[in-house]
Nanobody, 123 residues
Framework: QVQLVESGGGLVQAGGSLRLSCAAS????????MAWFRQAPGKEHNFVAG????????YYADSVKGRFTIYRDNGRGTISLQMNSLKPEDTAVYYC????????????????WGQGTQVTVSS
């Protein structure tokens, strides 16, 4: 399996931007579809954005479409999530996730999770 390490979380005011990164190590990164999920306090993990193994296809939750963009660099084994126009309701722990031979869009299709990074958006 791959191992995933996130970075880039923090505190930002509403309307601001943050960029999260996730570095993968271990097995061939190109075998994995990648995604970001988030978990607000007391709630389940929710899908945020996903990207196919080649990087050609991207998927977004309705709540983040037009504000968030997911990127992938297969040469470096990384993905990132550019988050713009942040809202207080975006506050959550954000998790990088990998799915073997598929892009995970639900928790049941995730093979590996990162440790999570906190994003807090103040109003």
């Amino acid at each position: 399996q791959v191992q995933l390490v996130e970075s880039g979380g923090g505190l930002v005011q509403a309307g601001g931007s943050l960029r999260l990164s996730c570095a993968a190590s271990g097995r061939d990164f190109r075998d994995y579809g990648m995604a970001w999920f988030r978990q607000a306090p007391g709630k389940e993990h929710n899908f945020v954005a996903g990207i196919s193994r080649s990087g050609v296809r991207t998927y977004y939750a309705d709540s983040v479409k037009g504000r968030f963009t997911i990127y992938r660099d297969n040469g470096r084994g990384t993905i990132s999530l550019q988050m713009n126009s942040l809202k207080p309701e975006d506050t959550a722990v954000y998790y990088c996730a990998a799915g073997f031979k598929q892009t995970p869009t639900a928790t049941g299709s995730v093979d590996t999770w990162g440790q999570g990074t906190q994003v807090t958006v103040s109003s």
